[in-house]
């Protein structure tokens, strides 16, 4: 298996309370080998400085009921854990959009952006540059530049307004019930 390496690096004029930051960010999934965040002084940064597949595309796994039901792991009850391991049901991923991680973290921000800066290589095959920025007042944006040999570069932008939800964004911590499947 190929594996991309690089870093995540915290950067930005944000204020607010460090560790309640440092807590929500841990609780998703920036690298595929586990990395998580940490304070060091007034500053954030990863636990270590290689890691694997770094982003600021975090994605959560999920269960698959054989009725089509579907709910994410973090959000399950033991019960309906319990209920889908005797079930034998399947696993998805899914990435976590855009507002749903300014919900979970614009709140804890006083003043100014928290700007998370992900790069990695894998070999020669192609690099990688991604970069979140989450503003106190809820608005946010979020780019990727893939660069692949011989085949040229691939990017994506996108944004979130809050003003289109009436006002300042809100934490969500309430655990949802599993939904049904799209056909």
């Known amino acids: 298996m190929a594996d991309a390496y690089g870093a995540i690096i915290v950067c930005g004029d944000f ?3 460090i560790d309640s930051i440092v807590e929500t960010l841990n609780r998703f999934q920036w690298t595929a080998d586990g990395d998580e ?4 002084g007034d500053k954030i940064w990863m636990s270590s400085y290689g890691v694997q ?6 994605s959560r796994g999920g269960m698959l009921f054989g ?3 579907k709910c994410f792991l973090d ?12 079930e034998g049901g399947d696993m998805f ?3 976590y959009n855009l507002e749903s991680l300014v919900k979970a973290i614009a709140h804890l921000l006083t003043s ?26 809820g608005n946010a944006e979020r780019h990727y530049f893939r660069s692949f040999w011989q085949s040229g570069t691939k990017s994506c932008s996108e944004e979130f307004d809050p ?6 964004v809100k934490p969500t911590d309430e655990p949802q019930q599993p939904q049904k499947v799209a056909a």
Not at 37 to 40: N, S
Not at 124 to 131: D, G, N, P, T, V
């Open 75 to 86: 959000e399950a009850s033991h019960l309906l854990v319990e209920e889908w391991e005797n």
């Open 112 to 137: 100014g952006t928290l700007e998370l800066v992900a790069s990695a290589n894998e070999k020669s095959r192609y690099a990688y540059f991604e970069r979140i920025a989450i503003r106190s007042d």
């Open 15 to 17: 204020e607010g309370e």
């Open 53 to 58: 597949y770094p982003t600021v595309f975090p």
């Open 67 to 69: 009725d089509g039901r």
């Open 163 to 168: 003003s289109a939800m009436n006002g300042k």
């Open 37 to 40: 965040f940490k304070r060091v």
């Open 93 to 95: 991923e899914e990435e």
